[in-house]
């Protein structure tokens, strides 16, 4: 069997609230395996092999605070969404049964 590891890192540092700093780093891997055998004419070394890539740009995360009117200004939006769609519903359903209604009245609808 040949194993083959590609290991991407991206170096990555957090500042929080209180001042402090975290330097650390992220990573990611994708794993490839297969099986090496000369008499079905796979070809390649057996072993483990692992590549690795060091990104040349760092990540960097602060922790904020959010105000108050920023909540507000969310819950604001969601509750305006909502009376949105419901309006969108109400308009929908209201004409759907008149139209409903005016084919009974014709007689066209069973």
Do not use: W
């Not at 290991?7 to 990611?28: A, H």
């Not at 960097?60 to 309006?87: D, P, R």
């Amino acid at each position: 069997m040949m194993f083959h590891h590609y290991i991407k890192i991206v170096p990555t540092t957090y500042f929080r609230m209180d001042g402090s700093q975290l330097s650390t780093n992220q990573f990611s891997v994708t794993r490839h395996s297969r099986t090496v055998s000369l008499f079905s004419g796979e070809s390649g070394m057996p072993g483990v092999f692992f590549s690795y890539e060091l990104s040349p740009l760092m990540v960097k995360y602060t922790e904020k605070t959010k105000s108050f009117s920023h909540f507000a200004t969310n819950v604001c939006a969601i509750i305006g969404g909502i009376f949105t769609v419901a309006g969108l519903i109400d308009t929908f359903l209201y004409h759907s049964v008149r139209a409903i209604q005016k084919k009974q009245e014709l007689g066209k609808f069973s």
